[in-house]
């Protein structure tokens, strides 16, 4: 089955809870976000909140636990999720459901590439979403790609 169909099944199952769908840079979040009906993109709703100099700080170019830690919070302490329009992004938030965009290594090479991202800061922020999932022992379902 493909990601878009299994998205909009788990959307529509859990169509009266909050769902966050979560997954490192170049997983294909902003894509299948067009394709699923009122989701949301996290960074839509955090960045308007934020001020000049939090946005210049967790843009920096190379990716750290502490920017990291620091987006976390951010998002967390402003971002609210709603029951019928599941959030995509990089931070686990509260939630009623998590799913995972789980990603295959080589493939994840290959879309940092054509993005000029840094795998390294892919891997880095997918090793903080593993960590959060198992910490915040809300259920969740994994997505496997590639």
Known sequence: ???????????????????????????????????????QDMDDLIFPLLSEEEK??????VWTEEIGRT????????????KGKPVFGTVV??????????????????????RKTSFENAKNIQKQIIQEIKMSKIPS?????G
């Open 71 to 82: 987006m976390t919070r951010l998002v967390k302490e402003r971002v609210k999720v709603e």
């Open 1 to 39: 089955m493909n990601i878009v169909k299994e998205l909009q099944e788990i959307r529509d199952k859990h169509k009266d809870q909050r769902v966050i769908v979560v997954g490192t840079t170049c997983t294909g979040k902003s894509t299948l976000l067009k394709k699923i009906q009122n989701a």
């Open 141 to 145: 379902i994994t997505l496997r790609e």
């Open 93 to 114: 938030l509260d939630a009623d459901l998590i799913v995972f965009l789980d990603i295959d290594d080589d493939l994840l090479k290959e879309r940092c590439t054509k």
């Open 56 to 61: 210049a700080y967790v843009c920096s170019k």
